[in-house]
């Protein structure tokens, strides 16, 4: 069963910005990542360290998972963004997000990295979680093993901007249509979400689907997050504060939703206290393998305060 984060949103919060970083602590955003790779430029990266720290520990963040995106490892800022933001405000960070992973040993490096910040600062070690990228070719050809590389890995994302470059796939921009004169027939990240959905649920992490640049297109936002969440992801990235609202409603159980999975789950226990292996609901044959699928709705709408 994934961990008990919500994560129907996950809102980028460009560092360089003191302003945003304030309104995205406002949002009703599940998880708010404050960026400091692609939405801040290399002049910046540095500086915007400070402005990230100074929002962790100056804004209330309600019950928001508190996130920051850093850049590479294979960048001269990784270790540098780590450390500066752990040392000062590490006890306000929930989460790391690593970008642009290849294998196992980029989370490694940030993983054993925090565990010495943890333990030098006094901090609860392990108690920062991870999140990784999954945005490069190898990384999902490898992302079975990544996803069992760290105890400290709490979900997957599918970062479809960096996979497009990286397996030549001829988009114009994320969330864009396949053009041509036949385009492309059918969802072109089917395959990389179901495995790395699969991947994630595996290994009882969260799957989280990635970003949609269209932001003037709401219905195309709520078209693939729904695909998405129909495939087992929990939640999707916002780049903007309008697609918030959005994810928040498509990947929580409607009330529709968790009536017929109450009313399946209880057909099952009847039907079971009875000596029966199945039961009769709504003009279809259920058993205990459809309770679990009803269960897991009904845990979510929990999760998400709607039960």
């Known amino acids: 069963m994934p961990n008990s984060r919500l994560r129907r949103s996950e809102l980028s919060t460009p560092g360089h910005s003191p302003k945003m970083i304030a309104k995205a602590a406002a949002s009703e955003a599940d998880l708010v990542f404050l960026d400091l790779e692609d939405s801040v430029v290399a002049s910046e990266k540095v500086a915007a360290r400070r402005n990230i720290i100074d929002g962790l520990n100056g804004l209330d963040w309600g019950k928001k998972t508190r996130a920051c995106r850093i850049n590479p490892v294979s960048t001269e800022w990784c270790h540098g963004d780590l450390i500066d933001i752990v040392t000062e405000a590490g006890q ?5 997000i690593i970008p642009k992973v290849l294998a196992p040993r980029d989370v490694w490096f ?3 990295l925090l565990t010495q910040l943890e333990t030098r600062l006094g901090l609860e070690v392990g ?8 945005e490069e070719t190898q990384a999902l050809a490898r992302v079975e093993e990544i ?3 760290s105890p400290r890995l709490e979900a997957l994302i599918l970062g479809v901007g960096d996979l497009s470059a990286s397996q030549g796939i001829r988009l114009g921009h994320i969330g864009a249509a396949a053009e041509g004169k036949y385009g492309y ?3 072109v990240w089917h395959y990389a979400r179901n495995r790395m959905i699969g991947a994630a649920r595996a290994n009882g992490l969260d799957a989280v689907d990635g970003p949609y640049g269209a932001i003037s297109n709401p219905e195309g936002y709520e078209r693939e997050a729904s695909w998405a969440a129909t495939l087992g992801a929990v939640g999707k990235w916002a780049i ?5 609202a959005i994810a928040n409603e498509v990947f929580a159980p409607t009330p529709t939703e968790i009536e017929r999975a109450t009313a399946a789950v209880r057909a099952v226990r009847e039907a079971e206290e009875a000596g029966l292996g199945a039961a ?3 003009g279809m044959m259920i058993d205990a393998a459809t309770a679990r699928i009803f269960d897991a709705v009904l845990v979510r709408a929990r999760q998400c305060g709607v039960a």
């Open 92 to 96: 306000n960070l929930d989460v790391v």
């Open 110 to 112: 940030v993983d054993d």
């Open 127 to 134: 108690r920062i979680g991870l999140e990784v990228l999954i």
């Open 147 to 149: 996803a069992s590389c």
């Open 185 to 187: 027939p059918g969802d």
């Open 240 to 244: 903007h504060p309008s697609q918030i």
């Open 280 to 282: 009769s609901f709504q």
